[in-house]
């Protein structure tokens, strides 16, 4: 994928101590009135996209002050982000790659439970953003880390649970870390930010937009009085308010279940910002608009990062966004709806969404993979394989350095594990149904990529 930002590798430490050395996620500063426009943009857009967000904040934040703050000021109202460093808004501007995953939350009247949960991934070089919506009924079995923390903090947990219910056993004020953490676990990839939305702002952000045209799938009517939630729909295209909206991505009875409400508020989302991005006026009169939804926004995002993305607004399309769900199937166990997703579809997913592998490229786009150095390893059965494997690769220009045997759990299909995106691709064809993995930092030094043998491959293909 790249090189990525030293704040990005920075984060991902800080978290690993958060949760593994003290045991707790990081404690945050209330949020100050001095950096109300960092976040308002991103609460505005980032409902969909993270850094059209980010950059309008700076833009309000401009607007409002007449000028970008100080490293003083920033020292004084950003609040704590592990390891984040200070970066000039000069700085930013020499940026000319930027690739980011940002968790949305929109949690329920209480706050304690995530209604609707998404992971976006932008790339400005592709000028690509993908969304990843997490069904809020997935069944998941709690991260090593995350039953590290809980049991540290001697917090109650029932695993396997619902994907919407780990924020609410962490506690509203650790809940979004910990999931976080979570996703991390699930998807495989580091997750830079998070916002977390509740309902008074997501009513606030729709009605100051005016509404936002959508096509109802069909009647909906429930009544819930202990969650204070009474939905009444018609079928049909309307212009839906906040109380509107808010009923629409919150209805969960549907034919399909889980799966169906998920496509709703894609459908939402996409056509929210359709609207936000194609008016002039919304832009303009950002600064107007931000102390309506401030105080019911939460996210870790530092003044230091949004003027970091200020230069990637002109690198997202509305249109081009896309949407996906994570992969699986609706499934009753023991009377509980649940979402039961697939790890290997998953697995696919993320390399295609995140990394870009799988997707149709031109064959001079793929990289040739014979001048990195390759680890074999032999994760399978067959005695010698990975030595065989090594002298045919080698005898094809490849660079071998290390051949090993592979100590990790045993898996059917080969795992190609690469340190970039774009290769790779030629290896595949010595083996029976191989896969291409992005490097999650498990790779050693001098070792651009690894081939792991999997058990269901017995020779080498010619």
């Known amino acids: 994928m790249g090189k990525r930002m030293d704040r990005y590798a920075n984060k991902k430490r800080g978290r690993q101590e958060s949760f593994s050395q003290r045991g707790m996620p990081k404690q945050k500063q209330k949020k100050k009135p001095g950096l109300i ?40 109202d950003k609040p704590v982000s592990s390891n984040a460093k200070d970066t000039s808004f000069l700085d930013a501007l020499k940026k000319k ?25 932008f790339d400005s070089e592709k000028q690509m953003t993908n969304l990843v919506s997490m069904p809020r009924d997935t069944r998941v079995k709690f991260a090593p880390d995350v039953v590290n923390y809980m049991e540290k903090q001697n917090k109650y947990y029932q695993s396997p649970t619902k994907l919407n219910a780990v924020h609410a056993y962490a506690g509203k004020e650790d809940g979004p870390e910990v999931l976080v953490k979570q996703l991390e676990h699930m998807l495989g990839v580091e997750i830079d930010h998070y916002v977390k939305v509740d309902l ?26 202990y969650q204070d939630l009474y939905i009444n729909l018609k079928k049909g295209k309307q212009v839906l308010d906040g109380d509107k909206a808010e009923q629409l ?41 931000i102390k309506m939804v401030y105080s019911d926004v939460e996210t870790d995002v530092t003044l230091s990062d949004a003027l970091k993305y200020v230069n990637y607004i002109n690198s997202v399309d509305a249109s081009k966004i ?24 998953t697995k696919e997913m993320v390399n295609r969404i995140f990394y870009g592998i799988g997707l149709e490229e031109d064959t001079e786009q793929i990289g040739d993979s014979k001048e990195y150095n390759i680890e074999v390893a032999n994760g399978g059965y067959t005695q010698g394989l990975a030595g065989r494997v090594s002298e045919k690769l080698k005898s094809d220009g490849y660079t071998i350095t290390e051949v090993s045997t592979y100590t990790g759990g045993k898996e059917e299909h080969t795992r190609i594990i690469i ?7 030629d290896l595949k064809d010595y ?27 017995t020779d080498i293909n010619d």
């Open 419 to 425: 340190k970039e995106a774009g290769i790779g691709q």
């Open 97 to 121: 790659n930027l690739k980011i995953n940002v968790a949305v939350f929109g949690v329920d009247g209480d706050g304690t439970r995530t209604d609707v949960m998404f992971v976006v991934h």
């Open 249 to 289: 991505v919150r209805f969960r009875h549907y034919p399909m279940g889980d799966i169906a409400r998920v496509e709703v508020q894609q459908q939402f989302l996409k056509a929210f910002a359709q609207k936000v991005m194609s008016s002039d006026s919304i832009i303009k009169n950002i600064p107007n608009y």
């Open 322 to 345: 896309k949407m996906e769900t994570l992969p699986g199937v609706p499934q009753d166990i023991n009377g509980i709806s649940y979402y039961i997703y697939d790890e290997e579809d």
């Open 200 to 225: 008074n702002a997501f009513r606030k952000i729709v009605d100051t937009v005016g509404g936002v045209e959508v096509d109802v799938p069909q009647n909906m009517y429930y009544e819930d009085p």
């Open 431 to 457: 083996f029976v149904d191989a896969k291409i993995e992005m490097d999650d930092g498990s790779l050693p030094d001098g070792i651009d990529i690894k081939i792991i043998i999997g058990t269901g491959q």
């Open 37 to 76: 426009a960092t976040f308002f943009k991103i609460v505005f857009t980032t409902l969909l996209i993270f850094c059209i967000g980010a950059g309008g904040a700076a833009f309000a934040y401009y607007k409002i002050t007449g000028g970008f703050p100080t490293a003083k000021q920033q020292a004084q």
